[in-house]
C-alpha cells in the first residue's frame, strides 16, 4: 500500500536562551512555579536573522541531509505556522527561496499547535496519489514575537523553534548522497547522521510509513485560546510599545482540561481505527506545552514514562514546532527503528486536536 514514509528529520533552534531566573527579574513568578506547573526550565527566544522562515529553512536543510535529497528534488513545501514572517508571502514560500528549491510548490497550513500533524495529514494525502513526490513538511515558529512579555499567565510558557521532515511514498528508494545547495556542513551532518543510524531489522516495506490519524477542530471555543492581528517579526523586548500589539490571549486552566480530554479521545480513537493497542506502542510524541498534560496523557494510556518524550523542559511550548523538533531529537537519539509504531498527538488553539500513528 502506498503511504508517506518520513525518510530525514531537521531541526533548529535560536541561539537565545531564557532560563526562568531572567523571567522573574521580568514579571512576578519564580522558577518554582513555572517548573511545578509546567515543567519548562528555559526556552529559546529568535533574534535578528532567526526569523521563522530562517529557522523553518535551518531545520529542513538538516532534514534534506538526512533524507540523501536535493532542494531541487522537493515537489512541495508545507509548513504548519501561527507566526509567519509576513501574512504574505507565506513562510513556505521564503523557505523554498532560501532552498532554492525551484520545482517546489508551497504554503503554508495555520492550525495552531496541531499544524505540522495536520500538514502531515495533507502531505500523506498527496502522496498516496502521487507516491513518487517529495515532500518538506515543516512546523515553525517565533511566538515570541506574540507574546505579551508583562503577562505572567502566558509569557512563561511559550517559545521559538523549527522541526522539520522529509517524506515520500514508502515504496521510494531513498538515501542517495547529499548533492548541491545544502551549505557547507552538509557532509558533516550526513556523516553524523550515518552513525547514529541503527541497523536493527526493519519491518516490511510494504507495512511501514504513515498508517493514519484522527484529526478534530471545534471553532466555538475560539476564545480560550486565541492571537488576534496580523503576524509580527521578531521580537525587541526592550521596545517601549511591544505591547501594543496583539498577542496570546489564553484562558489556562480551561485550555488544560481540554487538552487533556481531547489528545485522551484522539489517540482512543486512532489506536482502535489502526487495531492497534498501546502496548504495541514504541514511542509517543505529544505536543509539548505543559509536563502535567503530558503525564495526564501519560496516565490515560497508562504508558510506562520512558515510552512518552519530553523536552518541554528545554523549550517550552513552540506550538506547530513541538512535535517536528521532538521527532527530530528521538530520530537523532536512535530512539526509532524500522517497524517501531510511533504515535503523535496535539491539541492547539481553534481548538484543533488529533493523533496520528507512523510505523517507523
Ligand atoms: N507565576 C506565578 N503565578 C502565576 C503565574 C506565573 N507565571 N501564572 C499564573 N499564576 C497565578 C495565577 O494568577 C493564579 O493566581 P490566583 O490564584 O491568585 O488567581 C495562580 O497562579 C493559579 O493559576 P492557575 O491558572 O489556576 O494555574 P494552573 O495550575 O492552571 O496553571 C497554566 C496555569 C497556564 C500553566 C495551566 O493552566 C496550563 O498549562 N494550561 C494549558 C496551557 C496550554 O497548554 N496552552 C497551550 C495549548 S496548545
Given at each position: 500500500?502506498?503511504?508517506a514514509?518520513?525518510?530525514?528529520?531537521?531541526?533548529?533552534?535560536?541561539?537565545?536562551v531564557?532560563?526562568?531566573?531572567?523571567?522573574?527579574?521580568?514579571?512576578?513568578?519564580?522558577?518554582?512555579?513555572?517548573?511545578?506547573?509546567?515543567?519548562i526550565?528555559?526556552?529559546?527566544?529568535?533574534?535578528?536573522?532567526?526569523?521563522?522562515?530562517k529557522?523553518a529553512?535551518?531545520?529542513?536543510?538538516?532534514a534534506?541531509?538526512?533524507?540523501?535529497?536535493?532542494?531541487?528534488?522537493?515537489?512541495?513545501?508545507?509548513?504548519?505556522?501561527?507566526?509567519?514572517?509576513?501574512?504574505?508571502?507565506?513562510?513556505?514560500?521564503?523557505?523554498?527561496?532560501?532552498?532554492?528549491?525551484?520545482?517546489a510548490?508551497?504554503?503554508?497550513?495555520?492550525?495552531a499547535?496541531?499544524?505540522?500533524?495536520?500538514?502531515?495529514?495533507?502531505?500523506?494525502?498527496y502522496?498516496?496519489?502521487?507516491?513518487?513526490?517529495?515532500?518538506?513538511?515543516?512546523?515553525?515558529?517565533?511566538l515570541?514575537?506574540?507574546?505579551?512579555?508583562?503577562?505572567?499567565n502566558?509569557?512563561?510558557?511559550?517559545?521559538?523553534?523549527?522541526?522539520?521532515?522529509?517524506?515520500?511514498?514508502?515504496?521510494?528508494?531513498?538515501?542517495?548522497?547529499?548533492?548541491?545547495?545544502?551549505g557547507?556542513?552538509?557532509?558533516?551532518?550526513?556523516?553524523?547522521?550515518?552513525?547514529?543510524?541503527?541497523?536493527?531489522?526493519?519491518a516490511?516495506?510494504?507495512?511501514?510509513?504513515?498508517?493514519?490519524?484522527?484529526?478534530?477542530?471545534d471553532?466555538?471555543?475560539?476564545?480560550?485560546?486565541?492571537?488576534?492581528?496580523?503576524p509580527?517579526?521578531?521580537?525587541?523586548?526592550?521596545?517601549?510599545?511591544?505591547?501594543?500589539?496583539?498577542?496570546?490571549?489564553?484562558?489556562?486552566p480551561?485550555?488544560?482540561?481540554?487538552?487533556?480530554?481531547?489528545?485522551?479521545?484522539?489517540?482512543?480513537?486512532?489506536?482502535?481505527?489502526?487495531?492497534?493497542?498501546?502496548?504495541?506502542?514504541?514511542?509517543?510524541?505529544?505536543?509539548?506545552?505543559?509536563?502535567?498534560?503530558?503525564?495526564?496523557?501519560?496516565?490515560?494510556?497508562?504508558?510506562?514514562?520512558?515510552?512518552?518524550?519530553?523536552?518541554?523542559?528545554?523549550?517550552g511550548?513552540?506550538?506547530?514546532?513541538?512535535?517536528?523538533?521532538?521527532?527530530?531529537?528521538?530520530?537523532?537519539?536512535?530512539?526509532?527503528?524500522?517497524?517501531?509504531?510511533?504515535?503523535?498527538?496535539?491539541?492547539?488553539?481553534?481548538?484543533?486536536?488529533?493523533a496520528?500513528?507512523?510505523?517507523?
Amino acid at each position: 500500500m502506498n503511504r508517506a514514509m518520513i525518510i530525514g528529520t531537521g531541526s533548529a533552534l535560536p541561539t537565545r536562551v531564557l532560563d526562568n531566573a531572567e523571567l522573574e527579574r521580568m514579571v512576578e513568578t519564580t522558577d518554582e512555579w513555572i517548573t511545578s506547573r509546567t515543567g519548562i526550565k528555559t526556552r529559546r527566544i529568535a533574534g535578528a536573522g532567526e526569523e521563522t522562515s530562517k529557522l523553518a529553512t535551518a531545520a529542513a536543510r538538516r532534514a534534506l541531509v538526512m533524507a540523501g535529497i536535493t532542494p531541487i528534488e522537493l515537489d512541495l513545501i508545507l509548513v504548519g505556522t501561527i507566526t509567519p514572517d509576513m501574512t504574505m508571502p507565506s513562510c513556505a514560500c521564503l523557505v523554498q527561496k532560501e532552498l532554492k528549491a525551484t520545482r517546489a510548490f508551497a504554503f503554508d497550513l495555520n492550525a495552531a499547535c496541531s499544524g505540522f500533524l495536520y500538514a502531515l495529514d495533507v502531505a500523506d494525502k498527496y502522496i498516496r496519489s502521487d507516491p513518487k513526490l517529495k515532500i518538506m513538511v515543516i512546523g515553525a515558529e517565533t511566538l515570541s514575537t506574540r507574546v505579551d512579555w508583562q503577562d505572567r499567565n502566558t509569557c512563561v510558557l511559550f517559545g521559538d523553534g523549527a522541526g522539520a521532515c522529509v517524506v515520500t511514498g514508502n515504496h521510494q528508494r531513498h538515501g542517495s548522497d547529499p548533492g548541491e545547495g545544502l551549505g557547507d556542513d552538509a557532509g558533516k551532518d550526513k556523516a553524523e547522521d550515518d552513525q547514529k543510524k541503527e541497523t536493527r531489522p526493519g519491518a516490511d516495506e510494504d507495512e511501514r510509513g504513515y498508517l493514519g490519524a484522527k484529526l478534530y477542530a471545534d471553532g466555538n471555543l475560539w476564545e480560550l485560546l486565541h492571537l488576534e492581528g496580523a503576524p509580527g517579526r521578531n521580537p525587541d523586548l526592550s521596545r517601549a510599545d511591544h505591547n501594543s500589539e496583539p498577542s496570546i490571549k489564553m484562558y489556562g486552566p480551561e485550555v488544560f482540561r481540554h487538552a487533556v480530554r481531547a489528545m485522551a479521545d484522539a489517540v482512543d480513537k486512532v489506536l482502535i481505527e489502526q487495531g492497534v493497542s498501546v502496548k504495541q506502542l514504541c514511542l509517543i510524541i505529544p505536543h509539548q506545552a505543559n509536563i502535567r498534560i503530558i503525564h495526564s496523557l501519560g496516565e490515560h494510556l497508562a504508558l510506562p514514562l520512558e515510552k512518552v518524550y519530553v523536552n518541554v523542559d528545554k523549550y517550552g511550548n513552540t506550538s506547530a514546532a513541538t512535535i517536528p523538533i521532538a521527532l527530530d531529537e528521538a530520530n537523532r537519539q536512535g530512539r526509532l527503528a524500522a517497524g517501531d509504531l510511533l504515535l503523535l498527538c496535539s491539541f492547539g488553539g481553534g481548538f484543533t486536536w488529533g493523533a496520528s500513528l507512523i510505523r517507523w
